[in-house]
């Protein structure tokens, strides 16, 4: 069983006791039950999408070089139908699965994959709000390959009604294509970076995107170059002349590729060898340096001096690169603060632009000053103004007003004094019910009580009016 079948069979539409569907011809349903034929045809759709998504997909290129050759490359965004998808999706049980014709005539009817050479010639980009749709009087290769494909079955599948007999063709996945775009982009604009970190070699772009998708499987070489197609054609998010490839921020951003781009992207391609070239010649010092102290513990001069005679050669290798290192990468700090003073220069020259338009609009320094003036000249008639109407107002005697308020405070603390005086009366009448409560206390307590008891609480009580009246 293939990797790719063992993946399918984990998915939840491929229940063992769904398989028999599955696996049967059931494009003979289209007409006489679709929606169990949508539900199948959804199925296997979903399924090999997810698959490739996960790098379940086998690539045709080769593996890739350097410090991810561990990875696989598989086809991410590309989905190649022939006889060896057929063979990948072989049951033991149940043998090769029969509509999957059927399947993908439905995908590129509804644009979910669409043929790589279409998907290359094409001039309408993906991302247009109609790009699902079909305007049949227009005389386009996708509406010319639409018709073929429901006149004559012919471009999916080979000839007849419901014919299981694929023809080799390469089908781009294009929700796996605006994924991987997506995070792409993403990715490149991470952390704010500066002019000369969005310009890479496209050797530099593969290096740095290879996963993008997958971290345990690398896009494979037709991904790549759908995806720079994607990202130059129809999003718009980069700038590509086949070599180097510039990703712009803004809609504003340059569309061309100039020879200053090329130079930027030259030199990080380089300083990223350098680098490489020096962490290797730094392992081979090292082992060569185990090699001569292996040799001289077991007496062996010969093979020691060999082994420092190799290592001195690394080293002023190794000392070489690291010089050149340096220059790269003083060359490039310098492209670097020269892009940002670019930047700069034009900012200020755009500024400078609009306080002219504005200070012309203001005039001269005499006429502000006129403006100042008159502008004091109102504002001190708006004062004189007030002070007029307020002498036109009616006169209010200040002694009348002074007797007058004199007499509310004298009415004020009258009522004050009355106040106080019938408090006092009301505790006086509180102490004399107080005082024959306590009298009949004392004569209605029993015999065996304690009298002194009964005094005690009433002298409480006295206590407590005394404390709440100081309060």
Not at 117 to 137: C, E, H, N, V, Y
Not at 169 to 174: I, R, T
Request: no cysteine; charged share 25%; hydrophobic share 35%.
């Amino acid at each position: 069983m293939s990797d790719l079948l063992s993946y399918i069979l984990t998915q939840d539409s491929f229940r063992k006791n769904r398989l028999p569907s599955l696996y049967s011809d059931f494009s003979t349903q289209k007409k006489t039950n679709p929606d169990g034929y949508h539900v199948n045809a959804a199925a296997w759709e979903q399924a090999l999408v997810k698959a490739a998504r996960n790098g379940y997909i086998a690539s045709s290129s080769t593996p890739s070089s350097g410090g991810s050759a561990q990875k696989r490359r598989s086809s991410h965004l590309v989905l190649r139908v022939d006889n060896g998808l057929l063979r990948d999706l072989e049951s033991p049980q149940l043998g090769r699965p029969v509509a999957l014709g059927s399947v993908f005539e439905d995908a590129v009817w509804n644009r979910v994959m669409i043929p790589l050479q279409l998907f290359k010639a094409s001039g309408t980009s993906l991302r247009k709000p109609q790009w699902g749709l079909i305007d049949t009087m227009a005389l386009s290769p996708w509406n010319v390959m639409v018709w073929g494909l429901k006149q004559i079955r012919g471009i999916v599948v080979g000839p007849g009604s419901d014919g299981s007999k694929l023809q080799a063709q390469d089908l781009v996945l294009v929700e796996n294509l605006q994924e991987t775009a997506d995070k792409v982009v993403r990715r490149a604009m991470r952390g704010n970076p500066s002019r000369t970190e969005l310009i890479y070699t496209k050797d530099g772009f593969v290096d740095s995107f290879a996963t993008i998708l997958d971290e345990d499987s690398e896009l494979s070489d037709v991904d790549f170059d759908i995806l720079l197609l994607y990202l130059s054609r129809d999003k718009g998010s980069i700038a590509y002349d086949g070599k180097t490839i510039k990703f712009r921020p803004t809609n504003d951003s340059p569309k061309e590729i100039t020879q200053q781009d090329t130079t930027i992207a030259s030199i990080r391609s380089l300083t990223v060898t350098m680098t490489t070239q020096v962490e290797n010649l730094e392992k081979k010092i090292a082992e060569l340096n185990a090699t001569a102290k292996a040799a001289l513990s077991n007496k062996n001069r010969v093979s020691a001096l060999a082994a420092v005679r190799s290592k001195k050669l690394a080293e002023h290798n190794l000392q070489l690169r690291l010089d050149t290192l340096a220059q790269l990468e003083q060359v490039y700090l310098k492209i670097e603060q020269a892009q940002d003073q670019v930047g700069y220069v034009k900012v200020m020259q755009a500024s400078t632009g609009v306080l002219k338009g504005l200070n012309a609009q203001i005039g001269d320094v005499s006429r502000v000053e006129d403006v100042v003036d008159e502008l004091r000249d109102e504002m001190s008639k708006v004062d004189e103004i007030g002070n007029i109407i307020g002498e036109a107002g009616p006169q209010i005697d200040e002694a009348e007003i002074d007797d007058e308020l004199q007499e509310l405070e004298s009415l004020e603390h009258a009522a004050k004094e009355e106040a106080g005086a019938e408090n006092t009366r009301k505790q006086l009448a509180e102490l004399d019910n107080l005082g024959l409560e306590t009298k009949g206390t004392v004569r209605k307590a029993p015999l065996d009580q304690n009298v002194g008891t009964a005094l005690e609480e009433s002298i409480e009580k006295l206590s407590r009016m005394s404390v709440e009246e100081n309060a």
